[in-house]
């Protein structure tokens, strides 16, 4: 025995017969074209993520805004490949700055060799304090603990690092206190950390009515404009300053400051009703697979788990092969439809695991091999299927649609190419 490590085993090692001496069987298979599936990958199930659309939605924003873009990338891209957009956003020169939440994510990004201003914004910092230094990434401070952590860093280093601070206006999740803000900033100071970020986060922006004076985004919006007075007098060279999410970005002019920090708009999710300008956005994410298997059925005849469904009628069925483990949640049993042929088919009987089944029996051509499109549009027609409509079948919000989707199924980035 010899042992092969392939891409085609996903890297892994497996066990492989040694070939035949004979000459008549010493060839090599020519490869076998895949219309769907990755190279590596023998499930055609996969999330195709369409980097131009990304671009596109990118430079809407900006436009709306007139500022600069810094994205927010964490959650792997929110389920998107965090490398892959991240690398396009960069190499089109598309974007002020990335944004994540964890040190680990900025350093996978940093590692791949996509070199572009970073916030790590989470609170979960401690112990990576000189991984950000080293990478030129810029720590968020959230807690007076970070200030301290930071300040030994620099003590280590010799050289000044400069910081963001975060501040609580209302949100109460993270943010240092008003009241502990100008302490804060003197220790900083003193300690070799330069204050050159003030940022914080809106509870309500997506929900807020910006006709309403009263809301609670206006009032976070009076209380950092306190906090950036008390900043700065006790001595924070605040040159950067940054309040507004996607729903910030796009509803409230008087939130974009000096740059804004959109997630799910680049993403083309998220829906402004009470945006009159609603910047354009295309949803980057399908999540598709083929048919592999065709059944025909009799009238009353039970499928799936619990036996939950039953065909009202002679009909024919379609096996697809991803379920819950992929991203399509049980709780879409009886709800969720696919697009196969260019025709929205319902998925019938309950989820499995690995499985969906859809009736087909309004698409009589369809074959093993066809498309089938579970989110987003189809190359053959029908009504896309919105990340929007995918979370109201499954009871989720659009953004655990996307950041829900399964490792195990591959991410295919088309688009974005060049620079």
């Known amino acids: 025995m010899r042992y092969l490590d392939s891409p085609a085993f996903g890297g892994c090692s497996a066990p492989v017969s040694a070939p035949p001496s004979d000459p008549e069987h010493a060839r090599v298979a020519p490869p076998v074209e895949r219309r769907a599936s990755p190279r590596r990958h023998v499930r055609p199930t996969r999330i195709e993520v369409d980097l131009d659309a990304?671009?596109?939605?990118?430079?809407?924003?900006?436009?709306?805004?007139?500022?600069?873009?810094?994205?927010?990338?964490?959650?792997?891209?929110?389920?998107?490949?965090?490398?892959?957009?991240?690398?396009?956003?960069?190499?089109?020169?598309?974007?002020?700055?990335?944004?994540?939440?964890?040190?680990?994510?900025?350093?996978?990004?940093?590692?791949?060799?996509?070199?572009?201003?970073?916030?790590?914004?989470?609170?979960?910092?401690?112990?990576?304090?000189?991984?950000?230094?080293?990478?030129?990434?810029?720590?968020?401070?959230?807690?007076?603990?970070?200030?301290?952590?930071?300040?030994?860093?620099?003590?280590?280093?010799?050289?000044?690092?400069?910081?963001?601070?975060?501040?609580?206006?209302?949100?109460?999740?993270?943010?240092?206190?008003?009241?502990?803000?100008?302490?804060?900033?003197?220790?900083?100071?003193?300690?070799?950390?330069?204050?050159?970020?003030?940022?914080?986060?809106?509870?309500?922006?997506?929900?807020?009515?910006?006709?309403?004076?009263?809301?609670?985004?206006?009032?976070?919006?009076?209380?950092?404009?306190?906090?950036?007075?008390?900043?700065?007098?006790?001595?924070?060279?605040?040159?950067?300053?940054?309040?507004?999410?996607?729903?910030?970005?796009?509803?409230?002019?008087?939130?974009?400051?000096?740059?804004?920090?959109?997630?799910?708009?680049?993403?083309?999710?998220?829906?402004?009703?009470?945006?009159?300008?609603a910047a354009p956005r295309r949803q980057a994410m399908r999540l598709c697979t083929e048919v592999v298997q065709i059944h025909e059925v009799a009238a009353g005849t039970p499928v799936g788990y619990g036996a939950l469904w039953r065909a009202p009628r002679a009909t024919r069925l379609a096996v697809l092969p991803l379920g819950y483990a992929d991203g399509l949640p049980r709780r879409v049993t009886g709800h969720a439809e696919v697009l196969i042929g260019g025709v929205r088919c319902p998925l019938v009987g309950a989820i499995s695991m690995d499985i969906a089944i859809a009736d087909i029996g309004a698409v009589p051509h369809v074959r093993p091999g066809a498309l089938a499109v579970l989110l987003g549009d189809s190359p053959e027609g029908g009504a896309p299927i919105s990340t929007a409509e995918y979370a109201g079948w499954s009871g989720l919000t659009e953004y655990e649609v996307t950041c829900g989707m399964s490792k195990r199924v591959p991410r295919v980035h088309v688009g974005g190419a060049g620079g």
């Open 54 to 277: 990304i671009l596109a939605n990118v430079a809407s924003v900006r436009a709306l805004t007139g500022v600069p873009v810094h994205a927010v990338v964490k959650a792997d891209g929110y389920g998107h490949g965090a490398t892959a957009v991240a690398r396009a956003l960069v190499a089109h020169r598309a974007v002020g700055g990335l944004c994540v939440s964890l040190v680990e994510e900025g350093v996978a990004i940093h590692d791949a060799g996509v070199v572009a201003p970073t916030l790590v914004m989470g609170p979960a910092q401690a112990g990576g304090e000189d991984e950000m230094i080293a990478r030129a990434m810029t720590p968020v401070v959230s807690d007076p603990g970070d200030v301290e952590r930071l300040v030994a860093a620099v003590a280590r280093r010799g050289r000044p690092v400069e910081i963001h601070l975060k501040v609580d206006t209302g949100m109460t999740r993270l943010g240092v206190a008003i009241d502990q803000l100008a302490a804060i900033v003197a220790r900083a100071q003193a300690g070799g950390l330069i204050v050159v970020g003030l940022m914080t986060h809106f509870a309500c922006a997506d929900s807020d009515d910006p006709a309403d004076p009263g809301c609670m985004t206006y009032a976070q919006l009076a209380a950092f404009e306190r906090a950036t007075a008390i900043a700065r007098g006790a001595g924070a060279p605040i040159t950067v300053r940054h309040t507004a999410n996607s729903s910030g970005a796009m509803l409230f002019p008087a939130a974009r400051f000096d740059r804004v920090r959109p997630g799910i708009a680049i993403y083309g999710n998220g829906h402004w009703a009470t945006d009159a300008q």
